[in-house]
């Protein structure tokens, strides 16, 4: 079992920045991937970006060059710094995490609300 507890959301304008941060407790050390999705109101879940345990990192076009996602494996903590953020990124936004053992179990956090409004 995994548990996720993600913070940082809020509302900024367009062009500011947040971070969001994820904690992650239980069984840590079976985690094989960490990432962050988001769900805007009326839309499907969408990923956001990926990290692996070696640090391999996949991100969406759509946020590519403006979010960062990292990983602090020592604190079991995950990390996406946002900049310039645009309108079109207001969603909740989850954690994620990919067990591997027998069988590959997906974990979700409660979800953080960012809102990017003037």
């Known amino acids: 079992q995994v548990q996720l507890v993600e913070s940082g959301g809020g509302l900024v304008q367009p062009g500011g920045s947040l971070t969001l941060s994820c904690a992650a407790s239980g069984s840590t050390l079976s985690i094989l991937r960490m990432g962050w999705y988001r769900q805007a109101p009326g839309r499907d879940r969408e990923l956001v970006a990926t990290i692996t345990h070696d640090g391999r990192t996949n991100n969406a076009d759509s946020v590519k060059g403006r979010f960062t996602i990292s990983r602090d494996s020592a604190k079991n903590m995950l990390y996406l710094q946002m900049n310039s953020l645009q309108p079109e990124d207001t969603a909740v936004y989850y954690c994620?995490?990919?067990?591997?053992?027998?069988?590959?179990?997906?974990?979700w956090g409660q979800g953080t609300q960012v809102t990017v409004s003037t």
């Open positions: 994620y995490a990919q067990v591997v053992l027998a069988l590959t179990t997906d974990y």
